[in-house]
């Protein structure tokens, strides 16, 4: 490790395959807990470059517990996290309304690293019990329409680094990792950046993976649509800026988003929203994101069309029985 800190700390950059190297002997823990440190320090200080981005993809992928759903149409909704906002679990419900409408989901995830509920966090509250068996899960994306993959379970190096990243606090370039190694390779990804320059590198990365995706980012430094300001949109059909009124129908003010300052905390919101008993601006988002995430699929008109199948999978309780149905299958 010493050499490689002394190569990365002259200003250069890790080629592809040396990225990969690197992050397997970290998951094979080669390492001691210091050097991990000041490797992922390394990339606080600077942008990561696409070939060492992808080159950890491949490392993680490279370990992780095999995964066939048999599901050719899956979708993923998640944000790299890291934003120091501190909203309620906006992916997560944004997920069920978004299986309510009746399209599968597989939901990849962890414990919160730099926020007080991940989206591990709340699922766990909520009754969910992770697991990587392959026909459970299965199952509960058969029934329920969606199931829940707990990373560490999938991927020993982050199960490795998770102390180092708790203890840390801060985000990483495994916030950046976390979206792009859904062991189940759904076929479409509403991706959340917390900035520009991690969408830029985004872009890069789906275009070359050959998947339809939308990568969003809300100009005051979200890493989802927050309805607080202008949304950057990227896909593979182009980038464009849409409005709060375009997205949601309304702006909202960033402490309408508060998500807690407790899982339990935010869990009850969790449960309120999807409910059905969420405030104007809470359900605005959510239907914010979720429609974004149903138009990726192409299986709308517009995005009205999107949005107004959200509004029916939240208001008719659809959403919400995907979730009883899923707790109703842990066991």
């Known amino acids: 490790m010493k050499k490689i800190l002394q190569y990365l700390f002259e200003h250069k950059t890790l080629s592809r395959d040396a990225a990969k190297e690197v992050l397997t002997q970290i998951a094979q823990g080669v390492y001691n807990e210091h050097e991990v440190t000041s490797f992922v320090t390394v990339f606080l200080m600077r942008s990561i470059t696409i070939d060492e981005l992808m080159g950890f993809r491949d490392a993680l992928l490279s370990l992780a517990v095999p995964l066939n759903l048999g599901i050719d149409n899956a979708m993923d909704i998640v944000g790299t996290g890291g934003d120091g906002k501190d909203t309620f679990n906006i992916s997560t419900l944004a997920c069920f309304i978004v299986a309510g409408a009746g399209q599968p989901v597989v939901k990849h995830g962890n414990y919160g690293a730099s926020s007080v509920?991940?989206?591990?966090?709340?699922?766990?509250?909520?009754?969910?019990?992770?697991?990587?068996?392959?026909?459970?899960l299965s199952k509960e994306v058969k029934e329920a329409g969606i199931c829940f993959l707990h990373a560490p379970?999938?991927?020993?190096?982050?199960?490795?680094?998770?102390?180092?990243?708790?203890?840390?606090?801060?985000?990483?370039f495994f916030n950046m990792l976390g979206p792009i190694v859904n062991p189940a390779k759904p076929a479409y990804q509403l991706i959340g950046v917390y900035n520009l320059e991690m969408a830029r590198i985004y872009n890069y990365a789906m275009q070359s993976l050959g998947k339809e995706f939308t990568l969003i980012h809300s100009l005051d430094g979200y890493d989802e649509i927050s309805l607080t300001s202008d949304t950057k949109i990227i896909s593979n059909k182009g980038e464009f800026i849409m409005t709060p009124y375009q997205l949601g129908k309304r702006k909202v003010f960033a402490e309408e988003l508060y998500g807690g300052n407790t899982v339990e905390a935010a869990a009850a919101i969790f449960k309120k929203i999807i409910q059905g008993n969420g405030s104007w601006s809470q359900n605005a988002v959510v239907l914010a994101n979720a429609a974004m995430a149903l138009q990726v699929t192409g299986q709308y008109e517009n995005y009205e069309a999107a949005f107004q199948a959200a509004v029916k999978s939240l208001e008719s309780g659809a959403a919400n029985n995907c979730l009883n149905q899923l707790i109703s299958l842990q066991k």
């Open 117 to 136: 509920s991940g989206s591990s966090n709340v699922m766990e509250q909520l009754g969910y019990v992770f697991k990587n068996d392959e026909a459970a």
């Open 153 to 172: 379970l999938f991927h020993p190096a982050l199960k490795t680094v998770g102390p180092i990243r708790r203890n840390m606090g801060l985000r990483t």
